[in-house]
């Protein structure tokens, strides 16, 4: 993966970003299989984050221009944003709820 971000709830669980545009749901207790995978961008995602605040949310980011609201629960992304100038390298959530 290129990226990785461990969930703030469960740190046995992190979501990986490929160069394949897939995001993939792990356990550090289970290395064989993923637990989820996620789908929806064009490109290498560069960056991800759990949201700090809701523990079934977070946010990708890729060189295919755009960043995604993701729930785990579902396989899609639950909104999209979209460059209009470059592509996004780099997500954050704001610290304040």
Do not use: M
């Amino acid at each position: 993966g290129l990226c990785i971000d461990f969930c703030p709830k469960d740190p046995n669980i992190y979501i990986a970003g490929t160069e394949d545009g897939h995001l993939h749901k792990c356990s550090c207790s289970y290395s064989e299989q993923y637990l989820e995978s996620y789908f929806g961008h064009a490109g290498p995602v560069y960056k991800l984050r759990w949201s700090p605040f809701c523990p079934n949310t977070f946010v990708s980011c890729s060189a295919d221009w755009t960043v995604k609201l993701w729930n785990a629960e579902v396989s899609s992304p639950v909104f999209s944003l979209q460059s209009g100038t470059d592509y996004v390298a780099d997500v954050c959530w704001s610290h304040d709820n």
